[in-house]
């Protein structure tokens, strides 16, 4: 695997020390005219051949056969689209794109094409996630599921200030519900598949949520994501049964240790990430994308493809029946 990567902020500045320990080389940079020192400067620091102002430049002449997408939402499908109509498969950011529509799109493409387009969202890929879906019986017939993701964005002070950052900005498909919101999302819907009903109530400023809360209906048992960048909490993802109840004290993306409470008082703790430090916290995706290629297969990736269409599909419901509109669904 031979990456391109598309952007030079928070994420792309987290991902590219890891590359090398876990195998990946990276082959091109692109960032924009802006950030052209950037680009220049983590290149060297990395020793990355391919420097680039434009990713339709970086798609169309360096050596990479991979594509990552780590620039603001609303960007996600146009890169994507290039990557994909150019036959080069591509891992994108979370969220895989502004709305359903255009998810189906890119999905379509991807599967048309025959390439891989992964959604790097770390929850999927952690093996407590998997772990969690092996313990769910024991704790009964479910009945409240609760997922927290409140971390008090830095981001904030600036957009009180009037200074828009993407990650707040409508225009470019921000808001908690797009950033945090898509991991309680990714955490519940992949656990108990799809809700009867979804509703969004949100905390709304300058046209954005910065807080706000999904109630998701199973008929039989409810649940709710949390998530807010204005404000912060304890982090927990909390699934509650008649004979007992799962607790993890991180966020959904972390999917930390599980202990396994039971009416009867016992506890049992489970932990299979195999790591500490946040930073690993992609590994298993990464390692998972890796592993696709080598099996000549894309049949896993279209499964977890399906998961994010499916993810797409109950958060965009959701965050139209909040009011919030993004340019993507007017189109
Ligand atoms: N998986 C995770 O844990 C995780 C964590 C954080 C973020 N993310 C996702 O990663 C994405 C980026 O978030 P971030 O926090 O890294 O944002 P950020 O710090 O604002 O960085 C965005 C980057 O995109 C670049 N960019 C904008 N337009 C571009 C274009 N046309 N071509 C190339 N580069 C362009 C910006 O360059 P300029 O400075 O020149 O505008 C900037 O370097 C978001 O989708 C977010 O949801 C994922």
Known sequence: MKLGLVGTGWIVQRQLPQMSRRG?????????PRSAEKVDALANEYGVEGRYTDYNEMIAEADIDTVYVGVPNALHVAVT??????????????????????????ADLARSKGLYLWEAVSTIYLPNFAKLKELLPRVGDVKVVSVNFSQYSSRYDAFQRGEIQPAFDPAKAGGALMDLGL????????????????????????GIDTSGIVTLDYDNFKAVSIAAKDCGAPLFCIIQGNKGYLR????????????L???????????????????????????????????????????????????????????????????????
């Open 24 to 32: 990946i080389e990276v082959g091109a940079i692109a960032g924009t």
């Open 81 to 106: 689209t290039a990557a994909l109509e150019a036959g080069k498969n591509v891992i994108c950011e979370k969220p895989m794109a502004s709305n359903y529509r255009e998810s189906k799109e890119v």
């Open 183 to 206: 991991y309680n999302l990714h955490y519940i819907l992949g656990l108990f598949g799809e809700p009867s009903a979804v509703r969004y109530q949100a905390n709304v400023e300058r």
């Open 248 to 259: 993890q004290d991180t966020s959904p993306n972390v999917c930390g240790p599980i202990t």
């Open 261 to 331: 409470h039971m009416n009867d008082g016992s506890e049992e703790t489970f932990d299979e990430n195999g790591f500490t430090e946040f930073e690993r916290v992609w590994d298993h995706e990464f390692a998972s994308f890796k592993a696709d290629v080598e099996s000549g297969s894309t049949e896993h990736c279209y499964q977890l493809l399906e998961q994010s269409l499916l993810v797409s599909r109950i958060q965009t419901d959701a965050r139209l029946t909040s009011g919030i509109r993004f340019p993507a669904d007017e189109q």
